[in-house]
C-alpha cells in the first residue's frame, strides 16, 4: 500500500461507469478513466443531470461502481467489504457539502470531535479534542472553538465542515458545490482556503457548476451526459439539484444530507 509522496494517483479509475438498474437502467456514468494524483487540485462542472452525484457518490465510496476498478491510494475498492469500505471512507475521505450538515446544538468542536469517532480510528476524547483543536485552528477557527453553528457566520461554518473534513487526516478533500451557499466574499473566503490547503499538499476534488469556482483548479474536467472529459467545456449551466440517499458520511446522519452535485 502506498500513500505518500508526489506523482502517485490517490482516485485511479480505470473504465468506472455506474448505471442504475431501473427500470430502464440509467447510464449515469459512462465507463472512464480518471487518475487524480497527490497534491492535485481538480475541478468537475457539469450542467444539471450530466453525472456529478453519481461521480460523487463513486469517488465517495457511497456507491459502488457497475463497472471498471476503483482505486483510492493504490487499493482497489471493488474487493473490499462493505465495512471495509466505511472504514477507509472514513479514514481517507473529508467531505464538504453546500449545506455544510453541523450539528446545530453542538459547538465548533464538538462538531470535529464527534465526527471522528465516526471516522474510526483508535483516538482517545482527549486525542480527539487535541486534533479537533488543530483541525479548527487551521481553518482559522482557533478562537470559535466553542461556537453553536447559530452564532456563526455560513463561511465560519463551511470552515467547521472543512475542519471536520481534515480532522481524520484524509488523503482526499471531497467537495460538493462547497460555496453554493454563500455570498461571493465568505464563497472567496473559502476558495481561498481551499487554495491554501492544496498549497499545503492536500489533495482536492471540487465538483461544481460554477465556473468561477470551476476555475480554481489546476485541472478541470467535465462531464456530460454522463460522459467525462478534460477540460471545461460547458458553458452558462444552471443546476437545479437532485437528491439521493447515502449512508452517513462524516459522522452526519444521511437523512440529513441533500445530494446538490
Ligand atoms: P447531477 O448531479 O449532475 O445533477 P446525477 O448524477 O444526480 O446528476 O444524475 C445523473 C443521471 O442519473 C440523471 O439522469 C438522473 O436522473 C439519473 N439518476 C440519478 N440517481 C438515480 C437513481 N438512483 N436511479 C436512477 N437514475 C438516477
Ligand atoms: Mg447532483
Same mark, same amino acid.
Do not use: W
Given at each position: 500500500?502506498?500513500r505518500?509522496?508526489p506523482?502517485e494517483?490517490?482516485?485511479e479509475?480505470?473504465g468506472v461507469?455506474?448505471?442504475?438498474?431501473g427500470?430502464?437502467?440509467?447510464?449515469a456514468l459512462?465507463?472512464?478513466?480518471l487518475v487524480?494524483?497527490r497534491g492535485?487540485y481538480?475541478?468537475?462542472?457539469g450542467?444539471?443531470g450530466?453525472?456529478?452525484s453519481?461521480?460523487?457518490?463513486?469517488a465517495?465510496?457511497l456507491?459502488r461502481p457497475?463497472s471498471?476498478?476503483y482505486?483510492?491510494?493504490?487499493?482497489?475498492t471493488g474487493?473490499l467489504?462493505?465495512?471495509?469500505?466505511t472504514?477507509l471512507?472514513g479514514?481517507r475521505?473529508?467531505?464538504?457539502?453546500q449545506?455544510?450538515?453541523?450539528?446545530?446544538?453542538?459547538?465548533?468542536?464538538?462538531?470535529v470531535?464527534?465526527?471522528m469517532?465516526y471516522?474510526? %480510528?483508535?483516538r482517545? !476524547? /482527549?486525542q480527539?479534542?487535541?486534533?479537533a483543536r488543530? &483541525?479548527l485552528?487551521?481553518?482559522?477557527? @482557533?478562537?470559535r472553538?466553542h461556537?453553536?453553528?447559530?452564532t456563526l457566520s455560513?463561511?465560519?461554518r463551511?470552515?467547521?465542515?472543512?475542519?471536520?473534513a481534515?480532522?481524520?487526516?484524509?488523503?482526499l478533500?471531497?467537495?460538493?458545490?462547497?460555496?453554493?451557499?454563500l455570498?461571493t466574499t465568505t464563497?472567496e473566503?473559502v476558495?481561498?482556503l481551499?487554495?491554501t490547503?492544496?498549497?499545503d499538499g492536500?489533495t482536492?476534488?471540487?465538483i461544481?457548476?460554477?465556473?468561477?469556482v470551476? %476555475?480554481r483548479?489546476q !485541472? /478541470?474536467?467535465a462531464?456530460r451526459?454522463g460522459?467525462l &472529459?478534460e477540460g471545461?467545456t460547458?458553458? @452558462?449551466?444552471?443546476?437545479?439539484?437532485?437528491?439521493?440517499?447515502a449512508?452517513?458520511?462524516?459522522?452526519v446522519p444521511s437523512e440529513?444530507?441533500?445530494?446538490?452535485?
Amino acid at each position: 500500500m502506498t500513500r505518500e509522496g508526489p506523482g502517485e494517483a490517490v482516485v485511479e479509475f480505470t473504465g468506472v461507469g455506474l448505471t442504475y438498474p431501473g427500470p430502464p437502467p440509467v447510464p449515469a456514468l459512462r465507463p472512464c478513466d480518471l487518475v487524480v494524483e497527490r497534491g492535485e487540485y481538480v475541478t468537475i462542472t457539469g450542467p444539471s443531470g450530466s453525472g456529478k452525484s453519481t461521480f460523487l457518490n463513486v469517488a465517495g465510496l457511497l456507491d459502488r461502481p457497475t463497472s471498471g476498478t476503483y482505486r483510492l491510494d493504490g487499493i482497489d475498492t471493488g474487493a473490499l467489504k462493505e465495512r471495509d469500505r466505511t472504514a477507509l471512507r472514513g479514514s481517507r475521505i473529508g467531505f464538504v457539502f453546500q449545506s455544510f450538515h453541523l450539528l446545530p446544538y453542538r459547538t465548533a468542536a464538538e462538531n470535529v470531535e464527534l465526527a471522528m469517532m465516526y471516522q474510526g %480510528g483508535k483516538r482517545s !476524547r /482527549t486525542q480527539r479534542a487535541a486534533a479537533a483543536r488543530e &483541525s479548527l485552528e487551521r481553518v482559522g477557527l @482557533g478562537h470559535r472553538l466553542h461556537h453553536t453553528p447559530t452564532t456563526l457566520s455560513g463561511g465560519e461554518r463551511q470552515r467547521v465542515a472543512i475542519a471536520r473534513a481534515l480532522a481524520a487526516g484524509p488523503s482526499l478533500l471531497l467537495c460538493d458545490e462547497p460555496t453554493g451557499n454563500l455570498d461571493t466574499t465568505t464563497a472567496e473566503s473559502v476558495l481561498t482556503l481551499l487554495d491554501t490547503l492544496h498549497t499545503d499538499g492536500m489533495t482536492v476534488l471540487v465538483i461544481t457548476h460554477d465556473h468561477a469556482v470551476a %476555475g480554481r483548479g489546476q !485541472r /478541470t474536467v467535465a462531464i456530460r451526459d454522463g460522459v467525462l &472529459s478534460e477540460g471545461d467545456t460547458n458553458a @452558462g449551466v444552471t443546476d437545479a439539484g437532485a437528491t439521493s440517499v447515502a449512508p452517513a458520511i462524516n459522522g452526519v446522519p444521511s437523512e440529513t444530507r441533500e445530494n446538490v452535485a
